[in-house]
């Protein structure tokens, strides 16, 4: 069977519309009875714009003033926190399985929690953007940070209130995408839920341009045409495979896999333009991509494909 150990959750909210959103996801996408969510914010005493000048001089007695800010800070977040408490308990948590941690500023809000996600957490979960009022940008500062630099756990960015019941796994044959596969099927356990698998073959580039003189005869066309069906078919067999040899192994399991489906599509374009679009046609709320896919250049943070869905994924939660 299954692992049933209760796995820990880091959800860093900051008392915004948005960070509710992200604690109302995960009591609907995981197991309330196995699952421990730890609330967690980074307590700003003083506005932000204040830590560059606060040790300028004539500055620090007028902190005084803001007093009034603070106690309004620490009743925000103590109201916040009481009804994400509520929600998570008529969502089936338990009380024991739902911890509050909230902590002073010390190194700066994204370091803090990324320190704090460091302490065996099975995921980091949180919205797109915070209290900022900035909605131009692809990601708020805070989650762009955590979601370069926390690498060692999977990273949830919630937007909205996507669907928790309908989830894509966007696969290759990368060890990172079956990692991923293994991490959402059983580490957390998800029960409830219908999975997607999804694999997208690139569309083959075409012989590259040659002098105005060259004109490739009919025997090379035929060749090449027949290379990339064959290339093609080959990838979307082996693919299917994998898809059939990791739905078995969770059959065996004990898994009603009548809820996983698979598919793969060819000739796209964009792998990203292809999972977003998977995800729209499916109704999926939730986008799952390993770090990084086939390629080992090592230069990136996260792979184009993962990149480009978060960027334009703004109404779902895209784990990565």
Partial sequence: MMRRSVKRVLVAVDGSDSSFNVVRYVGKVLPGD???VVLFH????LPESFWDVHAERGVRHRLLAFSTYRSHQDEVIEEFMERAET???ESGYPPKHVRVRVKERHAGVARDIIREAGKGYAALALGRRGMSPLKDLVLGSTAGKLVHHVSRIPVWVVGECPDAGRILIAMDRSDCALRTFDYVTSYLGL???????FHAVRQMEGP???PRWFVPSVRLMTWLERVRTETVSCEKEIMQALFDRRIRSLEKLGVDVSRIRTRIVTGVVSRAGAVLAEAEKEDCGTIVLGRKGLSRVQEFLLGRVCSKVLEKARTRAVWV
Avoid at 42 to 45: A, P, S
């Fill in 87 to 89: 929600l998570l308990y």
């Fill in 208 to 210: 590259r341009p040659r």
């Fill in 191 to 197: 029960v409830h839920k219908e999975l997607f698998l």
């Fill in 42 to 45: 980074v307590l700003n005493r």
């Fill in 34 to 36: 196995r699952t421990q």
